[in-house]
């Protein structure tokens, strides 16, 4: 004599064999082009050195006039470049001239130097003669209409920054600067040797630069 089957067992054992076949299916099936769970931002800030919990700020691109053609900033990264603001032809501007060309005949092949003259009480022709009295041999830009001076954020001239190769601001100075101060600068910019013994312009106008945290 046969047993009738529960039909609740019958069920039951469809159901498990349903379960299974189902977790078999997703364990075989390909995940295709999802997206894993940890998948990085479209970009990462990058800090200035590898390991720094911090980042620095990138420079803008400008552009300025020399007697030569327009130049901007970012065509001269590659190599580390020194900006710097100026008008006027006190003996304290021509002391933070004349440091620069010292800095210039020491530092020109390893740092880019862009000394530019801003709008102010010097022309440019008063400028360009300026240079020539001295015998400067820096290379001389004009920002005529200001925007190179506030793309750096330079509230008014003298101003110098000191920019890494990659156009990170490594130190700024936005007041007067001499030999010591160009020294400190230039030493995040080079390798180089220090800078040897010359004059320096008027101490009372002159303040070290705001360093940031060096690469």
């Avoid at 047993?3 to 189902?22: E, F, H, T």
């Amino acid at each position: 004599m046969h047993r009738k089957k529960n039909p609740a067992v019958i069920l039951a054992a469809l159901a498990l064999i349903l379960i299974g076949a189902v977790l078999l299916l997703l364990r075989l099936t390909p995940v295709g082009n999802a997206v894993p769970r940890n998948t990085p931002a479209p970009y990462t800030p990058v800090p200035y050195s590898e390991g720094a919990a911090f980042e620095t700020q990138a420079m803008r691109d400008f552009v300025v006039m020399g007697d030569a053609g327009q130049t901007s900033l970012f065509e001269l990264l590659g190599k580390p470049v020194l900006v710097h603001f100026w008008n006027g032809d006190s003996e304290a501007v021509v002391g933070e001239l004349q440091a620069l060309e010292h800095a210039y005949q020491h530092f020109g092949e390893d740092v880019q130097f862009l000394v530019i003259h801003t709008q102010g009480s010097l022309s440019e022709d008063a400028a360009r003669a300026l240079f020539l009295r001295q015998a400067f041999t820096l290379p001389l830009y004009f920002d005529a209409d200001g925007s190179a001076r506030k793309a750096c954020g330079a509230p008014q001239a003298p101003a110098t920054y000191f920019i890494d190769a990659d156009g990170f601001l490594a130190a700024a100075s936005e007041t007067g600067i001499d030999e010591d101060t160009l020294q400190f600068g230039l030493s995040l910019l080079s390798t180089r040797e220090p800078l040897p013994p010359a004059s320096s312009a008027d101490p009372d106008a002159t303040a070290a630069p705001e360093a940031l945290p060096p690469a």
